[in-house]
């Protein structure tokens, strides 16, 4: 969290963060760091992205803390499976412990598109799925020259783009 000094980020994701259940996900390897740490980034850059476009990013930033909240649920299926149906898993882990709008349950089913097939309904759900895109191939370790900044310059020039056209 540290990474992240971001008052109002932080009072955003502080009720997920704190709950016992999250932070079993400390333990959970993903992409070479564990899902906790995948999850705060993935939201702290949905939450840049998606405040700098003024759109509803408190919500949305809730649901990209949320997208990968599971832990074992999914292990034993196949490595395609296991990528269509965790958003599945996630949204039914997050609705036992929070409350989500329809708009947050959207972008957490829809994060992995096109893997899954049902396209995002709302900008923000676009923006997390491209987020946790962009997050899982910087921590996959491909190499680019400043990944992070490319990517989200990338990202930014896009979304301003759909948005104009919207």
């Not at 502080?14 to 992409?31: A, G, T």
């Amino acid at each position: 969290m540290a990474k992240y000094q971001n008052e109002e980020f932080y009072s955003i994701v502080r009720p997920i963060i704190e709950n016992k259940e999250f932070q079993k996900m400390r333990d959970v390897s993903h992409h070479g760091i564990t899902r906790y740490d995948h999850s705060i980034r993935v939201a702290y850059f949905a939450y840049i992205v998606l405040k700098t476009l003024h759109l509803d990013y408190k919500e949305a930033t809730e649901a990209a803390m949320l997208h990968d909240f599971f832990t074992d649920e999914v292990c034993d299926l196949n490595k395609i499976a296991k990528l269509r149906r965790h958003p599945n898993h996630a949204v039914t882990n997050a609705k036992k412990y929070f409350e989500l709008s329809e708009k947050q349950e959207d972008i957490i089913k829809t994060h992995m598109f096109p893997i899954t097939f049902t396209p995002p309904k709302y900008l923000e759900s676009w923006i997390v799925d491209v987020v946790d895109d962009v997050a899982a191939i910087y921590e996959k370790g491909y190499t680019l020259k400043n990944e992070m900044q490319a990517a989200t310059t990338f990202m930014f020039i896009l979304l301003i783009n759909i948005i104009k056209f919207r």
